[in-house]
């Protein structure tokens, strides 16, 4: 089955940290570029981070900036999102996605979402 | 960044009405323009890729098109199911941004 799986959200204090993940299944991973996505409650979406397929690229948004930081173990299937100095504006629900290789970028396939809450 | 200006971001409809919901990117992107559907409390779903490019499984009463400066998503004849928020979102330059969304309501 084709399908990504995020684990790892929850609450945290500001200046906290969590580590996100994100396991694929169904198909070749090591293939596709990927993406975390986040959406605070009651808001639209925010692209925060891309990475490539072999890992040697990836680019940050710069409200994320040296505090999040996305990785990739193409071994084990695993996307990640290490989130350091967590602050109260970063709750939201974190979903990781894959661009597709043949729509121009556009994001194919979804997680069902993970919830980080940033409160003291 | 490319700032992409979507509207209008709320619009009341009709089962079997037409709408239309206009995405404008702050820079030229090519067709490098995608519109996803998010239900309530479910996670967003492509529909049209490359600005007019449809996705697979997707119903074709949904289309996009392209008029250089403005990419337009249309919805034809309105499903109940179709009530939801739209999102467009450009994938020219990384960061590949997102419009504010277009919230359907009935």
């Known amino acids: 089955q084709v399908q990504l799986v995020e684990s790892g959200g929850g609450l945290v204090k500001p200046g906290g940290s969590l580590r996100l993940s994100c396991a694929a299944s169904g198909f070749t991973f090591s293939d596709s570029f990927m993406t975390w996505i986040r959406q605070a409650p009651g808001k639209g979406l925010e692209w925060v981070s891309h990475?490539?397929?072999?890992?040697?690229?990836?680019y940050d948004a710069d409200s994320v900036k040296g505090r999040l930081t996305i990785s990739r173990d193409n071994t084990e299937n695993t996307l990640f999102l290490q989130m350091n100095s967590l602050r109260v504006e970063d709750t939201a629900i974190y979903y990781c996605?894959?661009?597709?290789?043949?729509?121009?970028?556009?994001?194919?396939?979804w997680g069902q979402g993970t919830l980080v809450t940033v409160s003291s | 960044d490319i700032q992409v200006t979507q509207s209008p971001s709320s619009l009341s409809a009709s089962v079997g009405d037409r709408v239309t919901i206009t995405c404008r990117p702050s820079?030229?992107?090519?067709?490098?323009l995608n519109w996803y559907q998010q239900r309530p409390g479910e996670t967003p779903k492509l529909l049209i890729y490359?600005?007019?490019s449809l996705q697979s499984g997707v119903p074709s009463r949904f289309s996009g098109s392209d008029s250089g400066t403005d990419f337009t998503l249309t919805i034809t004849s309105l499903q109940p199911e179709d009530f939801a928020t739209y999102y467009c979102?450009?994938?020219?330059?990384?960061?590949?941004?997102f419009g504010q969304g277009t919230r359907l309501e009935i």
């Open positions: 490359e600005a007019s």
């Open positions: 990475i490539s397929n072999l890992g040697y690229a990836f």
């Open positions: 820079q030229s992107i090519d067709n490098s």
């Open positions: 996605a894959r661009q597709s290789a043949f729509a121009g970028g556009a994001l194919d396939l």
């Open positions: 979102q450009q994938s020219y330059i990384v960061p590949y941004t």
